[in-house]
């Protein structure tokens, strides 16, 4: 089992930033892939950002590259997502999650993120 506990949300206005965490406990932290996917109201959970579980790669969707930046610390078992220039479509229920392989996706409880115009 990963727990998976986000933090750092909140309100910011449009061209604003926020920083995102994720603190993992359980399993070992660096033999999971991490990633963060977002909800906005009415919408399907979408991608955001990935790191592998070497930290050497990364993917963004389109719509967040350029501005998010996703990283880990494994000395504290915690993924972030630095948000800059937070746009009002950037607002949503960011989710943090972890996989190892093909295996199961362990998903956190979510954090919300509203970005003001």
């Known amino acids: 089992q990963v727990q998976l506990v986000e933090s750092g949300g909140g309100l910011v206005q449009a061209g604003g930033s926020l920083r995102l965490s994720c603190a993992a406990s359980g399993r070992t932290f660096s033999s999971f892939a991490m990633g963060w996917f977002r909800q906005a109201p009415g919408k399907e959970r979408e991608f955001v950002a990935q790191i592998s579980a070497s930290g050497g790669n990364t993917h963004y969707a389109d719509s967040v590259k350029g501005r998010f930046i996703i990283s880990t610390d494994n000395a504290k078992n915690t993924v972030y997502l630095e948000m800059n220039n937070l746009k009002p479509e950037d607002t949503g229920v960011y989710y943090c999650?972890?996989?190892?392989?093909?295996?199961?996706?362990?998903w956190g409880q979510g954090t919300q993120v509203t970005v003001s115009s």
């Open positions: 999650s972890a996989r190892r392989g093909l295996g199961q996706i362990y």
